[in-house]
T-cell receptor, first 112, second 116 residues
Framework: GEDVEQSLFLSVREGDSSVINCTYT??????LYWYKQEPGAGLQLLTY?????DMKQDQRLTVLLNKKDKHLSLRIADTQTGDSAIYFC????????????FGTGTRLKVLA | GAVVSQHPSRVICKSGTSVKIECRSL??????MFWYRQFPKKSLMLMAT?????????EQGVEKDKFLINHASLTLSTLTVTSAHPEDSSFYIC????????????FGPGTRLTVL
């Protein structure tokens, strides 16, 4: 299967940490990504992780990958109002077409 | 970073007309371009994969005669919505990739199509 699921909404207070979760069903995924979409705009790559990694940290962003449970998470430390957006996880198998399968998206709202 | 542009950013047309959307990679040559459709508050749905000089590969359920894709060069792909109807109203996003490294796709800013 190719379903990639995320919770629809997340609301946090400014300065707190945000954790956005993603579950996928295809264990053959090679790369997993996190993208950010601001209103009316395209997608911006935030970070990615290769399937043989468990964790990746990049400044305020920490990605955790649990291959056994097919679970991916994105933690944003010290969340700011500018982080309010929709966050999509995506997977790709590197099967030649390099097709992305996007998650359903999580709308993050940061309260001042 | 790599930049992808789309034109127009917003278009309103009458039912029955055709609309062309351009996707350009501005500072790199894209081996492959992708076209997505995004419904309000929904995820991105891949419509087709386009390789330069060859026919596009359409996803299941996407009408290739309705959504014509032309990838004439390594920096330009076009999507033409033929005989548009109100149900074609949507946000269309393209992306471009060089299919190397970690397979990153670079996304355009999107085109908002409204069919009256």
């Amino acid at each position: 299967g190719e379903d990639v699921e995320q919770s629809l909404f997340l609301s946090v207070r400014e300065g707190d940490s945000s954790v956005i979760n993603c579950t996928y069903t295809d264990s053959s995924s090679t790369y997993l990504y996190w993208y950010k979409q601001e209103p009316g705009a395209g997608l911006q790559l935030l970070t990615y992780i290769f399937s043989n990694m468990d964790m990746k940290q990049d400044q305020r962003l920490t990605v955790l990958l649990n291959k056994k449970d097919k679970h991916l998470s994105l933690r944003i430390a010290d969340t700011q109002t500018g982080d309010s957006a929709i966050y999509f996880c995506a997977e790709t198998k590197g099967s030649g077409t390099y097709k992305y399968i996007f998650g359903t998206g999580t709308r993050l709202k940061v309260l001042a | 970073g790599a930049v992808v542009s789309q034109h127009p950013s917003r278009v309103i047309c009458k039912s029955g007309t055709s609309v062309k959307i351009e996707c350009r990679s501005l500072d790199f040559q894209a081996t492959t371009m992708f076209w997505y459709r995004q419904f309000p508050k929904k995820s991105l749905m891949l419509m087709a994969t386009s390789n330069e000089g060859s026919k596009a590969t359409y996803e299941q359920g996407v009408e290739k005669d309705k959504f014509l894709i032309n990838h004439a060069s390594l920096t330009l792909s076009t999507l033409t919505v033929t005989s548009a109807h109100p149900e074609d109203s949507s946000f269309y996003i393209c992306s471009a990739s060089v299919l190397a490294g970690f397979n990153e796709q670079f996304f355009g800013p999107g085109t908002r199509l409204t069919v009256l």
